[in-house]
């Protein structure tokens, strides 16, 4: 072996010392590192909020456990509380908005990417989105002034000449209620699914829509039975996200739902939902373990939340990942 051959590998050590050296840039080092502790910043709030209303729940689940979910009683003055009049309260007007906001939303979503041109597409789209940054209590507003005056004249009187035999038809018509808060719900969480739902069309291959045209489908025909089954995922996506938007809502259903801590078959009857009560009692809350019970009610809606959130996210990804962004 020569000496040239034992001096080499320190060289090269030394020379590759070097250059990492000479390539470091203490810019890009600052700028990494503020992104990670922003984005380990964001993922530990996220597991501060949950242990805090984990630990500060603890009575309530000690003193109630499973059955807090299961039991409809609600006396802050004999300390028995029950989170299913508000758990009712909650799926039921979130459903009611989900029938409304699912075909307006996706039949805006489709007219946008599949009948317009694109330039006129993004302008609506714009507006559509404007609707998002609304304040709730607006819309709240708007529930009280103008949407629960139409519902108790005209649309609660309708629906108990044509379907009063059903149970969920039936009772006075005071316009406040589940069915005014599922519309209101329902208005809002509009411009979410289409949005989402345009995204996720638009990330279908044009070639998709061609080869549809070119085999003797119409416009309709091709929309309908090749785009959006091509982003079933993705819409299925947006209808989560519109869901967990529509769990958490506060304002607007406190001012139209009439805050009655009661199950109700009937859709015309006032009722309660999770966020609403939070908003209204806790200030009012007069004991450790009335405030432990409204906390244990923000940890139920908090897991909904993220679960229909990460759900969404999945699907909306999947049909993203499957296409490409129409030109």
């Known amino acids: 072996m020569t000496t040239t051959d034992l ?11 070097w250059r990492r050296l000479r390539n470091f840039d203490l810019g890009d080092s600052v700028a990494y590192s503020i992104t ?6 964001i993922f530990i709030l996220v597991g501060v909020l949950l242990v805090e209303l984990w630990l500060n729940s603890r009575l309530a689940r000690h003193e109630f456990g499973w059955k807090f979910l299961f039991t409809s009683i609600w006396d802050p003055i004999a300390q028995h509380f029950g989170a299913l009049p508000f758990l009712y309260g ?10 409304i906001a699912i075909p307006l939303g996706l039949g805006t979503a489709i007219f946008l990417v599949e009948l317009v041109p694109a330039w006129l597409s993004d302008w609506l789209a714009f507006i559509i989105d404007l609707l998002a940054a609304v304040p709730s209590v607006v ?8 949407l629960v005056p139409i519902i108790r004249s005209g649309v609660e009187p309708f629906l108990q000449s044509t379907l009063g035999s059903l149970p969920l038809f039936q009772g006075p018509a005071y316009g406040f209620g589940f069915l005014a808060a ?3 719900l329902g ?18 291959p044009q070639e998709q829509r061609e080869a549809a045209l070119s085999l003797g489908a119409t416009q309709w025909e091709a929309a309908s039975q090749v785009v959006v089954p091509y982003a079933r995922s993705g819409i299925f996506g947006s209808i989560f996200l519109a869901l967990a938007r529509a769990l958490g809502e506060t304002m607007a259903v406190t001012m139209v739902i009439g805050n009655d801590p009661s199950i109700h078959t009937s859709l015309f009857a006032s009722g309660y939902s999770i966020a609403a009560v939070i908003a209204n009692e806790f200030a009012e809350a007069t004991s450790t373990l009335y405030i432990h019970v409204l906390i244990e009610l923000g940890l139920i809606l908090f897991g909904l939340t993220f679960i229909l959130n990460a759900l969404a996210r999945l699907l909306i990804l999947a049909t993203v990942r499957r296409g490409t962004v129409r030109p």
Do not use: Q
Not at 7 to 17: I, Q, S, W
Not at 36 to 41: E, F, H, P, Q, S
């Open 7 to 17: 001096a080499a590998p320190a060289g090269n050590g030394f020379t590759g010392v």
């Open 36 to 41: 990670l502790l922003a984005g380990t910043g």
């Open 90 to 99: 909650t799926l039921v007007t979130s459903l009611l908005a989900l029938i």
């Open 187 to 204: 208005i809002m969480v509009v411009p979410f699914i289409v949005s989402v739902s345009r995204e996720v069309l638009l990330a279908v």
């Open 139 to 146: 819309y709240g507003l708007l529930g009280i002034f103008v």
């Open 182 to 184: 599922g519309v209101v």
